[in-house]
């Protein structure tokens, strides 16, 4: 079964410093692997995605398959990326998105 | 930029009475979707729609659910007896093709009591 994970309800770091929000899954074949961030009072959006291999707002995530991995990365944050950070698989034959748990990244100044 | 829209945005209802709740997706998307979040737990997917039919449903998505573009625009989700463990937020989301980018709506709070 498709699984993902993300170990870290709460992230709570000081500005500037570097950011790792951790996803792990577990799928069989070759998925796609998603970011998906909501900011306070605003809806679910995409991020980021492995096959674009882009970065964004500062973002980066690379897809590690011996690790099954795919951990986002900030080197250095600001106060506005607090939000709800979502990490999501597709799997290649299908449209679902499964969602991990979240993490909540809190910035302080 | 288009957006996907959903009402109402909170809908209180008694456990057993029917709810329906709307979604318009962005206009030229031909892949819908209905998924959920219970409080504190995480977004789950309920059912995908294509060409005018369910392609994809979890095992959530039994009998009590069923979902309808009855007009070309909108997308529907109806719970025919909801229960109380149907409360969550409910999110529409619509795809222009395969494989491209779910684009989410805000969302519709349903509380059952």
């Known amino acids: 079964a498709q699984r993902v994970t993300q170990p870290e309800k709460l992230l709570s770091v000081f500005k500037g410093a570097p950011v790792e929000l951790k996803c792990n899954y577990s799928y069989s074949g070759s998925p796609e692997l998603f970011w998906y961030v909501q900011y306070s009072r605003q809806r679910l959006q995409l991020l980021l995605r492995h096959i674009s291999r882009e970065s964004i707002k500062g973002f980066t995530a690379d897809l590690n398959k011996g690790e099954t991995s795919f951990h986002l990365k900030k080197p250095f944050a600001q106060e506005e990326d607090s939000a709800m950070y979502y990490c999501?698989?597709?799997?290649?034959?299908?449209?679902?998105?499964?969602f991990g748990t979240g993490t909540r990244l809190l910035v302080s100044p | 930029e288009p957006e996907v829209t959903q009402t109402p945005s909170h809908q209180v209802t008694q456990m057993g009475q029917e709810v329906i709740l709307r979604c318009v997706p962005i206009s030229n998307h031909l892949y819908f979707y209905w998924y959920r979040q219970i409080l504190g737990q995480k977004v789950e997917f309920l059912v995908s729609?294509?060409?005018?039919?369910?392609?994809?449903k979890s095992e959530i998505f039994d009998d009590q659910f069923s979902v309808e573009r009855p007009d070309g625009s909108n997308f529907t989700l109806k719970i025919r007896s909801t229960k109380l463990e149907d409360s969550a937020m409910y999110f529409c989301?619509?795809?222009?093709?395969?494989?491209?980018?779910?684009?989410f709506g805000p969302g519709t709070r349903l509380t059952v009591t």
């Open positions: 729609f294509y060409n005018n039919e369910i392609s994809e």
């Open positions: 989301a619509s795809e222009e093709g395969r494989k491209y980018e779910q684009y």
């Open positions: 999501a698989l597709r799997d290649t034959g299908f449209q679902k998105l499964v």
